[in-house]
């Protein structure tokens, strides 16, 4: 069992960057699949990133490649997901997940199915 616990959210002028961090009390972190994820109102949760266990296969929409950057550090069971670039479309509040059974090789860590455990969520606000 994993529980995730997200920081570093907050607002931020367009152009600007933000660093989140998402840290998990689980026993074998390195043995869990990773992913970001965020939620505007009304919308349904949108992928962001994946990263393997590892760490070496990472994985992002267009939407946000070139300007997003995920990575993990196994060694202090925490996520990162480093934003640069930000727009006002960026504005949502981001969850981190993660599940052990995931194969990212399998194609499906962009559906929110595919992750057991989630984060509470942080707000990110991009001002234009």
């Known amino acids: 069992q994993a529980q995730l616990v997200e920081s570093g959210g907050g607002l931020v002028q367009a152009g600007g960057s933000l660093r989140l961090a998402c840290a998990a009390s689980?026993?074998?972190?390195?043995?869990?699949?990773l992913g970001w994820f965020r939620q505007t109102s009304g919308q349904e949760r949108e992928f962001v990133a994946a990263?393997?266990?590892?760490?070496?296969?990472?994985y992002y929409p267009d939407s946000v490649k070139g300007r997003f950057t995920i990575s993990r550090d196994n060694a202090k069971n925490t996520m990162y997901l480093q934003m640069n670039s930000l727009k006002p479309e960026d504005t949502a509040v981001y969850y981190c997940?993660?599940?052990?059974?995931?194969?990212?090789?399998?194609?499906?860590?962009?559906?929110?199915?595919?992750?057991?455990?989630w984060g509470q969520g942080t707000q990110v606000t991009v001002s234009s």
């Open positions: 990263i393997s266990r590892g760490g070496l296969k990472t």
């Open positions: 997940a993660a599940d052990i059974n995931l194969l990212l090789s399998s194609g499906t860590y962009g559906d929110t199915s595919s992750y057991e455990y």
């Open positions: 689980a026993r074998s972190f390195s043995s869990y699949a």
